[in-house]
């Protein structure tokens, strides 16, 4: 017989029979055992199974590094060769990020809904075609919309950093998020690297097309991806949850708990949101919960964005589209800066105003040597993640590239420079790490990559107005307004990330936002 939420209730009390079902007192048989998703995870370990879950996400997060690191180099080429102007160039690494900001949104939405697998399907078939295409385009009007094209795919970069956290037990969360963000580090140095030797032999072109390779590779092995099985759960797809718990515990040679897989918020997602003749035993809280669930897959992004500004999450949702906003403003600022500020230094010095193109070798090399930063950046952050806690350590991290940044106010030689960029990278990067590892904690399984989506697409705002705005006060000899303006909004999020209401290290995952206090 079918439950009231079109789970399979007939085998409850078969101890063989391990069903997902929702933990009401009126639909557990008496003194049947049950664990949760994250007791499962425990069991289970993070074992080879995740380690390839590890290496799918991974591949996608260097996909996306590798397509933002290659603005630093196409750019200035692509200006050269077409004869553009500097708010032209600007304007093919705003374009990215315009698109980004839709993407991270919008896929966000879509996983929630259906899938956390369809939702990074569709952000690899988009990134991966339209970043081949710009490889051919013929002029800066196609390159400009076909990049446009390449950031909305970007933008489901947060949909895979999600659907990872939710393979990992919980006592280890933290210290594997962070060695999944080792993925963006080995893909801007990657890039980094190519762009050495590609660019000046085969031009703008090549790197391009090559970039785009990874994300071919996430298509290529797409059959082989296995749903969250949380979100499966919460979803009632009772079957395929426990078929990929299973093969987990097969695979990590370990057992599973004896008993149901519970989930308490499957009245709030489930599939079927028809009411039936028990729906009188269910509390008032709980119909709430399902008449959300109908308002998020007849309305979607409304209902979605309805629910990230809820009363018990609206502090935390504002807190961290600030947190997002400034650390991407600086990081793709410091990035993109690395080959504009000792240029520039010596270009306003002389009072020449007209732009000049640095040349290739110093690019590549301080590119290159920046992006060694953020392995230290990742070192420093697996550490002080798990020991001093999310919110202690962003914080921090962020004060600390605001104290590199200040000394390049003033003119500086250029090893000086590169050494203090050196320094901003390195703790930019590392907050950035903390907070994709604090953002998924934060929420619900049941709005987890909207909310994330979200806060990022505010994040791609700071990448959208960071090269209009501070990389071109420096083009521009107003050096100091530039780092001013760097300086105030790093600090500010630095004093954001102190009020965040929730230290999420060692807190297990809450399903609904019924569950937050």
Known sequence: MKGPVGGDVELINDPKHLGCQ?????????????????????????????????????????????????????????QS???????????????????????????GIVSDNYGRRMGFLFTALVTSIAGLLSSFSPNYITLVIIRFLVGVGLGGGPVLASWFLEFVPAPSRGTWMVIFQCFWTVGTIFEASIAWIVMPRLGWRWLLALSSVPS???????????????????????????NILVNMAEMNKKTLPSGILVSDNKMELDENSDPSENTHLITIGKTDAIIDGDMDSKIGGISALYRLLSPKLITSTLLLWIVFFGNSFAYYGIVLLTSKLSDNDRRCVSGD????????????????????AEVPGLILSAIAVDWVGRKLSMSSMLFASCIFLFPLIFIQTELLTTILLFGARLFISGSFVVVYV?????????VRTTGVGTASSVGRIGGII????????????????ALVLFEFIIFISGVAVTFFPLETNGRSLNDSVRELK
């Open 22 to 78: 929702p933990s009401d007192p009126f639909k557990m048989a008496e003194g049947s055992s049950t664990f949760t998703v994250d007791e499962a995870l425990a069991s289970t370990g993070f074992g080879k199974y995740q380690f390839l879950v590890l290496a799918y996400s991974g591949m996608g997060w260097i996909s996306e590094a590798m397509e933002v690191m290659l603005l630093s180099f196409v750019g200035p080429s692509v």
């Open 81 to 107: 060769e077409w004869k553009l102007s500097s708010h032209e160039e600007s304007m093919i690494t705003s374009v990215v990020f315009a698109g980004m900001l839709v993407g991270a949104y919008s896929w």
């Open 216 to 242: 071919f590779l996430l298509l290529l092995f797409y059959n082989f991806v296995p749903e969250s099985p949380r979100y499966l759960c919460m979803r009632g797809k009772t079957t395929d949850a426990m």
């Open 353 to 372: 105003l007209l732009p000049m193109q640095s040349e290739n070798d110093n690019l590549y090399r301080d590119v290159f040597i920046t992006s060694f």
């Open 438 to 446: 604090y953002a998924p904690e934060m929420y619900p399984t049941s």
């Open 466 to 481: 960071c090269p209009l705005v501070a990389v071109a006060l420096v083009q521009s000899c107003h050096q100091i307004i």
